[in-house]
């Protein structure tokens, strides 16, 4: 018999990519007819706002706009937190908002080639841990080390081997206190360890450690990621919390116009049943924060149900 060459590769690539959805849970379980995702409806859109975005002079007024808007996370900076645990805490009484991350706010880094500045990331980190264990939060975000961060130990394996020591370490502290350290990938320009999804998913599976999670950001995918979609899905389990933020400027969501589609992402997080919180870390173009903020929640939701 015959076998045309390209026909034949055809079917193979063909084939083995039908063996690769059908051994995937993820992929098997979630999609149903008509391209819709199955439970999608039981998957709910969660979000969350750091400090500066809702309007108002204190956080008894973000919060009442907040739960107005319905945003039920609140992101609070790990800088000082530990002297505003009980301030946060009398705020959130009797709402229905919940501290989601802790965007950073730890002193040094751990990718430095001086170990005094390494312990004083790791002991700024720890002092943050507990503050966020205390505020029931789901995780304080790391970056490994920023460019402008020198000097740093060089791009190698012994130097992943070492991040991977000391998230392990750091994972361990987190869950002592009910909470993790989430691993952020960010773009060329701010970071030059980790830059993508997956390179943060697979550093968390070595360390086999529930303390220690990754996460995404539409901002930094939008420059690093060929696709919303296989970026959170390469982290599938290991993704702890999303940030958002306009394509081009890093504005509100939706202030980019037709650029700010996040429907893909969004059918990735209800493929991974996703049920933590995709919070905006970005700025404002516009001079009307609550309109612009409005119509942005507004946005986000729309295309959520439309995934």
């Not at 700024?124 to 080390?145: D, H, T």
């Amino acid at each position: 018999m015959t076998i045309d060459r390209r026909n034949f590769l055809k079917v193979s690539v063909s084939g083995a990519a039908l063996a690769a959805v059908a051994s995937t849970p993820v992929l098997g379980a979630c999609t149903g007819t008509k391209g819709k995702i199955a439970g999608a409806n039981k998957t709910k859109l969660k979000l969350a706002f750091q400090e500066g975005i809702a309007p108002g002079d204190n956080l008894h007024q973000k919060f009442d706009f907040m739960e107005e808007l319905g945003v039920v996370g609140f992101e609070p900076g790990g800088r000082g937190l530990k002297d505003r645990v009980k301030e946060i805490q009398d705020a959130l009484k009797g709402r229905n908002i919940q501290v989601s991350a802790i965007c950073a706010g730890f002193s040094g880094f751990i990718l430095s080639t001086e170990e005094s500045v390494r312990q004083e990331c790791i002991d700024s980190m720890k002092e943050i841990i507990e503050a966020a264990g205390a505020l029931q939060s789901v995780g304080v975000i790391i970056v490994p080390a920023f460019n402008r961060q020198k000097p740093a130990l060089p791009h190698t394996r012994e130097t992943r081997d070492f991040l991977c020591e000391q998230f392990n370490i750091l994972g361990d502290f987190a869950k002592q206190h009910n909470t993790t350290v989430i691993l952020e990938p960010l773009m060329r320009g701010e970071a030059f360890y980790l830059r993508q999804v997956a390179d943060a998913a697979s550093i968390c599976r070595d360390i086999n450690n529930d303390g220690v999670r990754c996460m995404g950001d539409f901002w930094h995918m939008t420059h690093e990621e060929t696709s919303d979609m296989g970026a959170i899905l390469s982290g599938g389990a290991y993704i702890q919390h999303m940030h958002i933020a306009s394509r081009k400027r890093r504005a509100m969501p939706g202030e980019d116009g037709d650029a700010d589609n996040y429907i893909d992402g969004f059918k990735a997080l209800k493929m991974i049943n996703y049920d933590k919180f995709v919070s905006y870390e970005c700025g404002l173009k516009g001079e009307d924060r609550d309109a612009t903020v409005r119509a942005s929640v507004d946005l986000l939701r729309e295309q959520w149900e439309k995934a």
